[in-house]
């Protein structure tokens, strides 16, 4: 990391990885490692966002994201308030803008939104004048801290992205953690290889034209061949009723990442899952417990790079003016 | 009608499609219709005289695609208020399509409306009736009855006409029924083409935009497989298929077919769609691409309408479309809503625009870049559509001698911005909100009476002219 | 920087440095247990110069840490987003005689965050603090242990200490504040 980058401030919402520079990235995973030693020690408590007030609005279920988010800000000190979608007027019938409108009323700092429909975030941020949003997953669309816990992994494990292979396995259309870690994976400099079923992709990244930053390779075994990371996707299971798949035993067949594939892969390739994991679907039982599986890894930079972004977001103030030396 | 004051339009350009004029000229209007339209006409006395200063004075503009709402949602518009807005916007003839609550599809209903549209009385209304009864797709509705009560067209609009068999039938019947407005026999059947098993009723063209914002899209196939199917579904009855809002190259092409082949094809296509493109779902109004950031402008569920917009290729193609006739005509497809149907997440948020008051500021854009004459643009907006209806004897969408003095008085040149807070729509949804328009409606003359003026001093209100 | 003024140069800090080692170790009678924790940016080389001249006169090696105290400040939101930077600890902390080390000793609240940042990592037996300059204006019941020199100040200027690591020179001055540099 060089010196003498300033600090990218002016930041209120983290909606998509599509706005980060890759200084901003760098400096953002920098303060995700102190972090992390943070989380090592025994006390694991700072007191920097003391006083602050986070909500998670979850309205979808998600159990791992909200945890993370709330350990999170909790550890940070700050008061961490969760409404999910059971327990919250969503179900009597109450709009996503007036729930934020009423959030924002009661002085929330920051508010983690998880939901189901592409775009809500976007929603709520563009009626919220005070608060800041984070988006913790919407729809299909974005799922921008599973991005950049997962370029942390990867630099852990293997160093700078620069003309290394990353490839993506699986139902990419419905994937919102392909979507923003391909953005986060081009800011960052590597080749992106998609592997899938072809109806599972979406139609324009299958063109493969040259303008496109991406290529489509549907067989998995050519597509594997020198990668440095393989990145599987979670599969739905209801894909195969809706008719988007012939089976999963097909698939399984066909794009699962297995130990036999992982032998045209670079030797010291690494495996990354966004978890919940499907066993014996997208990779292998025995891959996903051996020791190139990055997925726990995954997990715990979660947590670290979840308290260098609110602690950001919580603690910014637009005079910063100070600089990057390590 | 008949003791209302004469009207003098005084030195304005009048541009006549119907019969090719474009002069400098005075229109004179007595009784609700045109006396005369010549040069230097002296008029008599008691006559209002609107000093025109060379604005274009042209048949008021005819819109066979109006959502009114009433009955049913009153809430997002009235036919009163549905008037008020056409009026401004320079509309003398609107259509309410049947997807009111209950639907058009009993003559009771069409009355309430007919009964509605004349107690308002700003601006001529004409009804579409619906294909079946309740619109449900299942069962034929009573057409016939339907056309004795002064529907013009048949439509399940807001949805498509659900089976081939049920759009065969309809056209089949539809052939021997009486236009009791025009006198002539064979209705329209006007389908909204949408595959729903392709599109699941969606707002965004299928491509990289939709990708991009991780939306489901909508691709073009949803609707040119349908309009390809009522093409060959007119081929076998010869009864009248009218494409509504025809949105991508495929479907021209389809169409374009079809008339060479003389099957009796016709179609539409809206302001939006000519003017604007997927890219606006995003908030960008321009060509755009993938690696551009997202703002907050993003997922503009005003920019949410049914067909989506599509790509900017699509949006050129139906331009040239409707220059050369293979489209017909411009209709508006004015879906007006509240403001809590509007402000929801992309997928949740209603699907439509409110269109009439900003068509033809939007459509000038056409004119002023080069793509379309002028004279195109109002005869796609006045004598086209009437064409389309078959009721070309009406008298409607002309300024000669004896024709419903329905005139439109516009200024091409005049910069305004849209502010959705000065609509008479109930509806303020518009993607437009902010932008600035270059052309605008000043006046409107429906059956000889001034129904919109833009800025009341421009009315020169004389007791007597001498 | 024209209207600075020189308080030491390197001769200076040397010498003042290497007195203060001397006290430390004539205090704890040696340096048994002892742990240096430089506090973020310019307490981490001076605690290593410090840690390097008690290890000269005891001979034996001296345990070196560091303190980031951006996540235990009181005034997060009222003044530019700090950088947080790596708190590291050689081992342990319980039971060791630790000594903050850091550049200036002004307000206190800087030692007061340092404190709750160091029981976070464990019960040492006793802390200390040694600083390079001691400026006064305390707002905190605080004091330092060992001070290389106490210079009265006028709360319009800033005392800044360069040290080679960071600054390429070893010196100390009194700036105005119009003349702060941004690099703090």
Not at chain 1, 40 to 57: A, F, W
Not at chain 2, 165 to 191: C, F, R, V, W
Not at chain 2, 352 to 368: D, K, N, Q, W
Not at chain 3, 96 to 121: E, M, N, P, Q, Y
Request: proline residues 5%; aromatic residues 4%.
């Amino acid at each position: 990391m060089s010196s003498n980058q300033k600090i990218t401030p002016n930041r209120k919402h983290v909606l998509d990885l599509d706005d980060f520079s890759k200084s901003e990235i760098d400096n953002l995973l920098h303060s995700a490692t102190v972090m992390k030693e943070v989380l090592n020690r025994d006390i694991k408590k700072v007191p920097s966002l003391r006083g602050k007030v986070i909500l998670t609005l979850f309205l979808e279920a998600s159990t791992r994201t909200r945890v993370s988010f709330e350990e999170a800000g909790k550890l940070l000190s700050a008061d961490v308030i969760n409404i999910s979608g059971s327990g919250s007027s969503a179900e009597k019938g109450e709009s996503l803008l007036n729930t934020a409108l009423t959030l924002q009323a009661m002085r929330a700092d920051l508010i983690i939104i998880r939901h189901p429909l592409s775009g809500a975030p976007y929603f709520v941020a563009r009626h919220l004048d005070h608060t800041s949003v984070v988006n913790a997953g919407d729809g299909r669309h974005a799922h921008p801290t599973q991005g950049l816990l997962d370029l942390m992994t990867i630099y852990e494990k293997i160093g700078s992205l620069n003309d290394k292979k990353v490839l993506i396995v699986g139902d990419v259309l419905h994937s919102r953690v392909a979507r923003s870690n391909i953005h986060g994976l081009q800011a960052a400099g590597a080749e992106i290889i998609i592997s899938g079923p072809p109806t599972l992709v979406p139609l324009w990244l299958q063109s493969n034209d040259k303008d496109s930053p991406i290529t489509y390779q549907p067989n998995l075994d050519v597509a594997i061949q020198g990668t440095d990371v393989v990145m599987a996707l979670r599969l739905q299971t209801e894909r195969q009723a809706s008719g988007m798949l012939p089976s999963i035993r097909e698939y399984t067949r066909r794009w699962q990442v297995t130990e036999n594939r992982m032998v045209s892969a670079n030797n010291s390739a690494i495996i990354m899952h966004p978890g919940p994991l499907n066993e014996g679907i997208e990779i292998s039982s025995s891959l996903a417990h051996s020791e190139v599986a990055a997925i726990n890894e995954q997990v715990t930079n979660g947590v670290a790079l979840r308290m260098a972004l609110l602690y950001q977001l919580l603690t910014f103030n637009s005079e910063s003016t100070e600089e990057l030396a390590i | 009608m008949n003791n209302l004051r004469p009207v003098l339009i005084k030195g304005a350009r009048v541009i006549n499609p119907s019969t090719s004029l474009d002069s400098q000229g005075d229109i004179l209007i007595v009784d609700g219709k045109i006396l005369s339209c010549e040069a230097n006409i002296t008029p008599p006395d008691d006559t209002m005289l609107i000093e025109a200063n060379g604005m274009v004075a042209c048949p008021g503009f005819i819109d066979i695609h109006t959502h009114l709402r009433e009955p049913g949602r009153e809430d997002k518009e009235t036919i009163e208020s549905g008037q008020k807005a056409a009026a401004k916007g320079g509309f003398t003839t609107i259509t309410c399509m049947p997807n009111t609550e209950p639907a058009i599809d009993n003559a009771p209903v069409a009355e309430f409306i007919n009964k509605k549209a004349q107690d308002s009385g700003i601006i001529s209304t004409l009804l579409v009736g619906a294909v079946s009864k309740g619109r449900q797709g299942i069962e034929l509705s009573e057409m016939e009855e339907l056309a004795n009560s002064g529907v013009v067209a048949f439509s399940d609009d807001g949805s498509p006409v659900a089976t081939g068999h049920l759009m065969q039938m309809a056209l089949t019947y539809s052939k021997e029924l009486l236009n009791s407005l025009s006198g002539n026999y064979g209705l329209p059947i006007i389908d909204h083409c949408e595959d729903y098993s392709l599109t699941h009723g969606l707002g965004v063209h299928e491509g990289w935009v939709a990708d991009r914002l991780g939306l489901l899209g909508y691709p073009s196939a949803g609707e040119e497989a349908i309009v390809a199917r009522d093409i060959a579904l007119a081929e076998l009855t010869g009864g009248h298929f009218h494409a509504a809002h025809v949105s991508s190259q495929g479907s021209i092409d389809l169409i374009r077919q079809a008339k060479l082949r003389g099957i009796k094809v016709t179609a539409e296509v809206t302001p939006h769609h000519l003017t604007m493109s997927e890219e606006w779902v995003m908030g960008i109004h321009g060509e755009s691409k993938p690696s551009h950031p997202l703002s907050l402008k993003a997922y503009d569920p005003m920019a949410k309408v049914s067909p989506p917009l599509r790509s900017i290729a699509d949006q050129k193609a139906l331009v040239s479309a409707l220059r050369e006739g293979i489209i017909d005509c411009i209709a508006t497809d004015h879906a007006p809503h509240t403001f809590s149907d509007k402000a929801q997440p992309f997928d949740e948020a209603a699907v439509g625009i409110s269109v009439l008051e900003t068509a033809f500021g939007s459509l000038m854009s056409l004119v002023h870049s080069g793509q379309l004459e002028l004279h195109t643009l109002i005869h796609r907006l006045t004598l086209a559509p009437i064409q389309v209806l078959g009721l070309s004897n009406l008298g409607l969408g002309n300024i000669s001698v004896g024709s419903i003095a329905d005139v439109v008085l516009f200024d091409p040149e005049l910069q305004w911005e849209v502010n959705p807070n000065d609509f008479l729509s109930k509806g303020k949804n518009t993607p437009l909100a902010g932008e600035v328009l270059k052309g605008k409606v000043k006046l409107t003359i429906a059956k000889g009476r001034i129904v919109f003026d833009s800025e009341n001093k421009m009315l020169d209100v004389r007791n007597s002219f001498a | 920087m024209a209207n600075e003024r020189l308080l030491l140069n390197s001769s200076d800090m040397r010498r003042a440095l290497l007195r203060m080692s001397h006290e430390i170790v004539e205090h704890y009678q040696g340096a048994e247990n002892l742990m240096l924790v430089g506090l973020h940016r310019r307490g981490v080389p001076l605690a290593a110069r410090l840690a390097s001249c008690i290890a000269d006169l005891e001979s034996s090696e001296i345990l070196i840490g560091s303190l980031d105290i951006n996540l235990y400040r009181d005034d997060l939101t009222s003044r530019p987003q700090p950088l947080v930077r790596p708190t590291t600890m050689p081992a342990s902390i319980d039971s060791k005689k630790i000594i903050l080390v850091d550049d200036v000793l002004f307000t206190g609240r800087s030692i007061r965050s340092a404190l709750d940042a160091l029981v976070d990592h464990g019960r040492p037996n006793s802390v200390q603090l040694a600083v390079l300059i001691d400026r006064g204006h305390r707002e905190l019941p605080i004091r330092a242990d060992y001070v290389g020199k106490n210079v009265p100040t006028s709360t319009q200027e800033i005392v800044e200490v360069r040290v080679s690591e960071i600054d390429g020179k070893d010196e100390v001055a009194v700036v105005p504040i119009s003349e702060r540099r941004i690099n703090s």
